[in-house]
T-cell receptor
Framework: QQPVQSPQAVILREGEDAVINCSSS?????VHWYRQKHGEAPVFLMI?????EQKGHEKISASFNEKKQQSSLYLTASQLSYSGTYFC???????????FGTGTRLQVFP | DGGITQSPKYLFRKEGQNVTLSCEQN?????MYWYRQDPGQGLRLIYY???????QKGDIAEGYSVSREKKESFPLTVTSAQKNPTAFYLC????????????FGPGTRLTVL
């Protein structure tokens, strides 16, 4: 039931791109993306609702393929501040509950 | 400033003692949640509440208890029945009138000695 994230870890140089995937075995109502720095609370990045939409915020964007029950997070021209662990939270139907993946650890080096 | 507060940030307890973690929000959110996070792991749902005086078990509720007497507050008690209580505990809240986005507090790191 827990969504599967891939890859588990990514190492980048500043300016490189990355894609993080999130797959669920259940039909989804929404997908939420968060970034967590070590020892801190997860910070909300964006939400994608049922309907296959794509969203973006500056150089971070995401897509949601409802039929495949998958979401992908795209980080373009990465910055040092992008380092952290990225979690997807999936919401089956409209349950008000999120099920979080195990996370993808991203490290950006100068 | 609106937000979610958790206290304390660090907590140490002896094995066999109950301990209560505080979570308060002034965002006027209806729903509140408690998660547990272990090193290198994702977030696992302990309990959640969608309305005052009502709450539901999450995936790992055994050894924990909660109350929701006020909209702003959702304290979590870690009882002596919890086999491995040392973890990072995160509280979150969301508005069901919006898109159910959950906003997290800063967390409490509990260490049981």
């Amino acid at each position: 039931q827990q969504p599967v994230q891939s890859p588990q870890a990514v190492i980048l140089r500043e300016g490189e791109d990355a894609v993080i995937n999130c797959s669920s075995s259940k039909a989804l109502y929404s997908v939420h993306w968060y970034r967590q720095k070590h020892g801190e609370a997860p910070v909300f990045l964006m939400i994608l609702l049922k309907g296959g939409e794509q969203k973006g915020h500056e150089k971070i964007s995401a897509s949601f393929n409802e039929k495949k029950q998958q979401s992908s997070l795209y980080l373009t021209a990465s910055q040092l501040s992008y380092s952290g662990t990225y979690f997807c939270g999936t919401e089956p139907h409209n349950t008000d509950k999120l099920i979080f993946g195990t996370g993808t650890r991203l490290q950006v080096f100068p | 400033d609106g937000g979610i507060t958790q206290s304390p940030k660090y907590l140490f307890r002896k094995e066999g003692q109950n301990v209560t973690l505080s979570c308060e929000q002034n965002l006027n959110h209806d729903a509140m949640y408690w998660y547990r996070q272990d090193p290198g792991q994702g977030l696992r749902l302990i309990y959640y509440s969608q309305i005052v005086n009502d709450f539901q078990k999450g995936d790992i509720a055994e050894g924990y208890s909660v109350s929701r007497e006020k909209k702003e507050s959702f304290p979590l008690t870690v009882t002596s029945a919890q086999k491995n209580p040392t973890a990072f505990y995160l509280c979150a809240s969301s508005s069901q009138r919006e898109t159910d986005t959950q906003y997290f507090g800063p967390g409490t790191r509990l260490t049981v000695l």
